[in-house]
């Protein structure tokens, strides 16, 4: 157990932003897995942007590698890429 002040409050910080960036993590990959699952490009092309927008943020506090997030961003961009766009059934 820590013996000063600094470092008991050291401690409480370090698990504060532990549990935050568990929890962006997380959150973001539960939306990877939401944007793998989709099969309307529209649909996917709109949570596209809030993922990439996410790993960028995760990229750059460090909770994941830049490297990582590029990875991710171009396989999911493919997948957006290779979905059919729906069109719309009307009589004419």
């Given at each position: 157990?820590?013996?000063?002040?600094?470092?008991i409050k050291r401690i409480r910080q370090t698990e504060t932003k532990k549990q935050l960036n568990h929890l962006q993590h997380k959150?973001?990959?539960?939306?990877?897995?939401?944007?793998?699952?989709?099969?309307?490009?529209?649909?996917?092309?709109?949570?596209?942007?809030?993922?990439?927008?996410?790993?960028?943020?995760?990229?750059?506090?460090?909770?994941?590698?830049?490297?990582?997030?590029?990875?991710?961003?171009?396989?999911?961009?493919?997948?957006?890429?290779?979905?059919?766009?729906?069109?719309?059934?009307?009589?004419?």
């Open positions: 157990m820590a013996n000063h002040k600094s470092a959150t973001t990959r539960n939306s990877i897995k939401k944007l793998k699952n989709t099969s309307s490009k529209k649909e996917a092309e709109k949570l596209y942007k809030s993922v990439t927008s996410n790993l960028d943020k995760l990229a750059k506090k460090n909770i994941i590698h830049k490297n990582k997030s590029a990875n991710i961003k171009s396989k999911l961009a493919k997948h957006v890429n290779s979905l059919k766009s729906v069109k719309s059934k009307t009589k004419a």
